[in-house]
């Protein structure tokens, strides 16, 4: 498909267990963004990387996530000795430009629920 | 601080009649707005953006209002239909970050 894709979609992990998200962006697109959803609110900001680069991570929580895409596509996000807390939705999304002022392509997310 | 704040969780609407959607912001050098639509299980999905410099973009049934003295903006979708019931999120960037309200969720009575 042309559009962003997210996987897995759903992944369950008991407290403690790291996990690996991964997400491919729609093809060319140079900005990609990481965001965690809660039930009920809307997204908030993870991570920002332009191509490779990651431009900016000041939305992580906490030293144990970590977000990265090597090669300027593909990106993963992955999250160290999971807390409940870390249970939400983590949407990832790309937009063409390296700008804020363009739309961002959402995912459909991955539902992380940890026991 | 939610510095994207959309004050009503749900909204009822009679088909064919108009669905207006209200946000509020509160960062003077947000620059660009845009709406999303969100179904279960589904990512976001862009709907229309407008930028600081305007007051109102228009694309087909919706349209969107920036009030920048009042801090203010809302989506009118005119005719309503069953089709639009889902969760609108407005979204504001500044800089290199994007904010989000809490949502919307829209139902279109038919």
């Known amino acids: 498909g042309a559009g962003v894709s997210q996987s897995p979609r759903y992944k369950v992990a008991k407290r403690g267990q790291d996990v690996a998200l991964r997400c491919d962006p729609i093809?060319?697109?140079?900005?990609l963004f990481w965001y965690q959803q809660a039930l009920g609110q809307g997204p908030e900001f993870l991570t920002y990387?332009?191509?490779?680069?990651?431009?900016?991570k000041s939305g992580l929580p906490s030293d144990r996530f970590f977000a990265e895409r090597p090669e300027g596509s593909v990106s993963t996000l992955k999250i160290q000795r999971t807390q409940q807390e870390d249970s939400a939705v983590y949407l990832c999304?790309?937009?063409?430009?390296?700008?804020?002022?363009?739309?961002?392509?959402f995912g459909d997310g991955t539902r992380l629920s940890i026991l | 601080d939610q510095q994207v704040k959309q004050n009503s969780p749900s909204l009822s609407v009679q088909e064919g009649r108009i669905s207006i959607l209200n946000c509020d912001y509160t960062?003077?050098?947000?620059?660009?707005f845009l709406w999303y639509k969100k179904y279960p299980a589904e990512g976001p999905t862009f709907l229309i953006s407008?930028?600081?410099?305007?007051d109102k973009n228009e694309d087909g049934r919706f349209t969107v209002f920036l009030n920048k003295s009042a801090k203010h903006l809302s989506l009118h979708i005119v005719p309503s239909q069953p089709g639009d019931s889902a969760v609108y999120f407005c979204a504001a960037s500044a800089g290199n970050q994007f904010y989000f309200g809490t949502g919307t969720s829209l139902t279109v009575i038919p």
């Open positions: 999304a790309s937009s063409l430009a390296p700008s804020f002022s363009q739309p961002q392509h």
């Open positions: 990387f332009q191509n490779e680069a990651q431009l900016d």
């Open positions: 960062n003077s050098m947000f620059d660009y």
């Open positions: 093809s060319g697109h140079v900005s």
């Open positions: 407008i930028s600081s410099i305007k």
